[in-house]
């Protein structure tokens, strides 16, 4: 089966990183001057992967309080009579794992009573009913990360998650029917997917909020449940490697910052060694996905054949990188265990080449622009 044994590694590994994200932010909290650290069970790991937790000890300035990223971890919310939180200026007081609260304060912090929270609380949904959030407002603590190129915040439409949650659930679910163990995987270390809007920001994941993968619905033409499929692959597989390769040494020789060009002299690359290494493994991903998705026939006809132009799409660009990872590899670059996971990414292009070649390499995509096009393929690549 394509991707077995990348797979098999990688559920082999993720837990131990896991393990030490959550001891840094588990540290962190227990230093912090606050009741609620009192009242946290701390031999509960999931409590310290909470994303908001590694955004908001990464940031200097912070409006939202530790109560309310913490409140919905404790033991016995009893224990705590009440407890500060942040109102953004829509007068939202988000929640973690529980959900957001409309007040009339704005852009302040208030005290919120557990009673009137029980109340009035609007709750969150979930992915699959998995323990994943799918994120329905803007969180004030994402504002810096959701920043594009010319530094401008990119808002999070609040309904968006209404209405994309159906497709977000059925891609998921395929996931789950077509690559099990590629499942089992995401779904252990993503915690919530965020939805958003933008012409120049793509989708990606952040160890600053770590465990939350941020998908850009914006062409409407992309927003297909092959896309998703294909996204939840990607971003749920960023967060998957950065919890494989929390310790970097273990897989790289070299600074994981050394520019790429410095080896491959390629003009315009802008990526470093590591961020190529995350590329390299999250292309290996999609096409585990959407491979099995072709070899289980789960989409009808018309889906096929995207999930084959989103395959060929993501081929070109798997080879690219796998020839830039080349020159890392003659440079000595990689240590045993990186060259481990160089080498089965690989295995991965070569086995979907073989199983695919034949209906994707024919393909037109002369006419795409940085992220695929449905709208466009079509256009060049009419289904017969």
């Known amino acids: 089966m394509v991707g077995a044994t990348l797979l098999d590694f990688v559920a082999a590994q993720y837990a131990a990183g896991q393990r030490q994200l959550a001891e840094c932010t588990r540290q962190l909290v227990s230093m912090a001057q606050t009741p609620i650290v009192e009242l946290l069970d701390y031999s509960n790991e ?13 940031r200097r300035e912070k409006k939202v309080t530790l109560e309310q990223i913490l409140y919905a971890k404790l033991p016995d919310r009893s224990s705590l009579a009440t407890f500060a939180a942040y109102a953004d200026h829509g007068g939202l007081i988000y929640l973690p794992q529980l959900g957001y609260l409309t007040t009339d304060a704005s852009d302040s912090v208030v005290t919120v009573d557990p009673d009137v929270l029980a109340r009035g609380i609007s709750g969150l949904r979930r992915v699959c009913n998995s323990r994943i959030d799918l994120c329905m407002a803007s969180d004030p603590l994402l504002r810096p990360i959701l920043q594009d190129a010319d530094e401008q915040e990119t808002r999070i439409e609040d309904d968006a998650a209404e209405h994309y949650s159906v497709g977000v659930d059925r891609a998921l679910e395929t996931i789950g029917r077509v690559a099990p163990l590629l499942f089992e995987c995401l779904l252990a270390v ?14 990606f994941a952040d160890i600053a909020a770590h465990g939350t993968a941020f998908l850009n619905v914006a062409p409407p033409d992309v927003t297909t449940e092959v896309f998703f499929v294909e996204d939840l692959a990607h971003q749920c597989g960023h967060i998957l490697f950065n919890a494989v390769t929390v310790n970097r040494e273990d897989y ?54 995207e999930v084959l132009g989103r395959l060929s799409f993501v081929m070109k660009r798997f080879e690219l990188d ?31 080449f073989r199983c695919t070649a034949d209906r994707i390499i024919h393909f037109d995509l002369s006419n795409q622009p940085y992220t695929f096009s449905c709208e466009r393929f079509a256009a060049l690549n009419p289904r017969h």
Do not use: W
């Open 190 to 203: 993503t915690r919530r997917v965020t939805l958003f809007r933008s012409e120049k920001l793509g989708s």
């Open 252 to 305: 790289l020789r070299a600074s994981p910052t050394t520019p790429l060009k410095q080896l491959t002299g390629a003009d315009g690359e802008r990526r470093d060694v590591y961020t190529a290494f995350h590329g390299v493994f999250t292309e290996a991903l999609m096409c585990i996905a959407l491979t099995r998705c072709l070899e289980t026939r789960v989409f009808s006809e018309e889906k096929l054949h």
């Open 322 to 352: 796998l020839l830039n990872l080349q020159h890392v590899q003659n440079e000595g670059l990689f240590t045993a265990r990186g060259l481990t996971v160089v080498h089965e990414c690989g295995s991965v292009f070569d086995e979907v």
């Open 46 to 58: 999931t409590v310290f992967l909470e994303p908001t937790l590694f955004t908001f000890f990464g």
